[in-house]
């Protein structure tokens, strides 16, 4: 494999990527937004600002005969294809692996398109992980996985998260940016569990503030804030008849 | 759940200092572990080092324990270090920027005479 780090443990391919400087986008469609993540770093809790919270989304697929691995499996072949209306990933043809980059594309406020990426820095037999880059309204690391409970395979979406900069800090305490967080999450667990025949099942979740302190230092990540520019590029898109 | 494939144990080499020695895989199921022996870690305590050298691979659940740690340790005005690490458990801590935050040493003895 090209670009990832593979060591045996557990019975498990487990694989983080080899780290990168800077992100470099696969190559995109026509009407793919990319103002804001070629040449970015990753940012991910550490390098965030805000307080760091855990957001933990699961869905029982009750029907399912599935092991973990082929719930994973799947996620990784068809990860766009689970994604709720309301944001495109743009990642390559291939299924998930360490090492990929992928670009966001995520409504915004005001009809605003916020374009931003993440960085796989992690993947396994049952899990894979993403990083976000800078910009991204959220330092976070997000982990799909799956595992058995009793039988029944139940797939989870973690995320560690801290706002990026002191603007989103404000959207998050406010509920501006967490409930489509959530309701993002939610829908993307629904269409997973609904490939599997399993429909009408509760996504259960759950938020732990793990850190209500701030990181002041982190203060100036809002030069890469993604919303403010994009929204600043969108005169030009328009003028160009490209859209937000 | 995964069943616990990790030990914990603590030890205190110096005044204020406490080392634990981890054994084994460090994913999901070392959330209580960490848990219990990072709450013991009284007002007294100025650093807190890992000893990693037994820890063969870190999954992402794994590295997310140990930011929640990292910012447990600095809320209490504590140092977070750690020491032992191969070459997995490198790469895990430069692609999550751990070690930015985490002060990473080659041995005991390295980590013990940053103070």
């Given at each position: 494999m090209v670009g990832s780090q593979t060591m045996q443990a557990v019975g498990h391919s487990v694989k983080w990527a080899d780290p990168v400087d800077r992100l470099t986008i696969p190559p995109l469609p026509k009407?793919?937004?990319?103002?804001?993540?070629?040449?970015r770093r990753t940012t991910g809790p550490v390098r965030g600002f805000g307080s760091l919270w855990r957001r933990t989304y699961a869905i029982r697929l009750v029907t399912s005969t599935a092991t973990p691995a082929e719930v994973v499996r799947v996620w990784k072949e068809r990860f766009a294809s689970f994604w709720p209306s309301g944001g495109r990933y743009y990642g390559?043809?291939?299924?998930?692996?360490?090492g990929d980059v992928a670009l966001l594309n995520l409504s915004g406020p005001a009809g605003v398109t916020i374009a931003t990426g993440i960085l796989v820095i992690y993947a396994d037999d049952e899990s894979f992980c993403f990083i976000s880059a800078q910009g991204h309204m959220f330092g976070g690391m997000i982990t799909f996985s799956a595992h058995d409970e009793n039988g029944t395979p139940v797939a989870q979406v973690q995320a560690l998260l801290r706002a990026s900069d002191p603007l989103f800090e404000i959207t998050v305490r406010l509920g501006i940016a967490t409930k489509p967080e959530d309701q993002f999450w939610q829908g993307a667990l629904k269409n997973l569990a609904a490939y599997f025949g399993v429909e009408g099942q509760p996504v259960s979740q759950q938020a732990v503030?793990?850190?209500?302190?701030?990181?002041?230092?982190?203060?100036?990540n809002l030069w890469y804030n993604a919303a403010i520019r994009n929204g600043l590029h969108m005169p030009v898109r328009w003028l160009r008849g490209q859209g937000a | 759940m995964s069943q616990p494939k990790v030990q914990i144990d603590v030890r205190s080499p110096a005044e204020g200092i406490r080392i634990l020695d981890i054994r084994g895989e460090i994913t999901a199921s070392a959330e209580e572990a960490l848990s219990a022996v990072s709450g013991t870690?009284?007002?007294?305590?100025r650093a807190i080092i890992l000893?990693?050298?037994?820890?063969?691979s870190i999954d992402s659940l794994g590295a997310g324990l140990l930011i929640t740690l990292l910012a447990r340790v600095r809320k209490q005005r504590q140092r977070l270090l750690a020491y032992g690490l191969n070459e997995h458990c490198r790469h895990a801590f430069e692609l999550t920027h751990l070690d930015e935050m985490v002060g990473v040493y080659t041995d005991e003895a390295e980590a013990l005479g940053s103070f």
């Open positions: 009407e793919a937004i990319n103002t804001n993540t070629e040449g390559t043809d291939k299924p998930i692996e360490a503030l793990l850190d209500s302190s701030l990181q002041w230092s982190k203060a100036k | 870690a009284g007002s007294d305590v000893n990693l050298s037994e820890v063969p």
